[in-house]
């Protein structure tokens, strides 16, 4: 798995980890975040690197069908793109920057009240 692999399905098990079963979670888990090999995560749960194997699979694809059916992730990365294009123009203009702070500030006042 490329390391771009391993972040996609870093940021589907963090937005859908929950709903896959204690045991999809933990090894998917154990082999992406902590970089576990199938063979280790085996030993680690008593179990063959073959059951490993079938249950990650069948975890990642169920990551991957939940993103296809909603699509949190590429929304979430869109507005972070947006996030961090308006944050490179505050940077840049200070007046911009405290219009926003205000208006920001206003807003959540608004929220509040």
């Known amino acids: 798995m490329?390391?771009?692999?391993?972040l996609y399905y870093g940021s589907l098990l963090d937005f859908y980890g929950a709903l896959l079963t204690s045991a999809q979670h933990d090894?998917?888990?154990?082999y992406i975040i902590l970089?576990?090999?199938?063979?280790?995560?085996a030993q680690n749960k008593d179990i063959t690197k073959q059951a490993v194997s079938d249950v990650l699979g069948?975890?990642?694809k169920?990551?991957?069908?939940?993103?296809?059916?909603?699509?949190?992730v590429a929304k979430f990365k869109k507005v972070l793109n947006k996030v961090d294009k308006v944050?490179?123009?505050?940077?840049?203009?200070k007046d911009l920057a405290k219009a926003v702070a205000k208006e920001?500030?206003?807003l959540i006042k608004s929220l509040e009240d």
């Open 62 to 72: 169920k990551l991957d069908s939940y993103e296809n059916a909603l699509h949190i």
């Open 87 to 93: 944050a490179g123009g505050l940077i840049e203009d």
């Open 27 to 30: 090894i998917v888990y154990d």
């Open 35 to 41: 970089n576990e090999s199938l063979a280790e995560i």
């Open 104 to 106: 920001y500030r206003e």
């Open 2 to 6: 490329t390391l771009e692999q391993m």
């Open 58 to 60: 069948r975890a990642l």
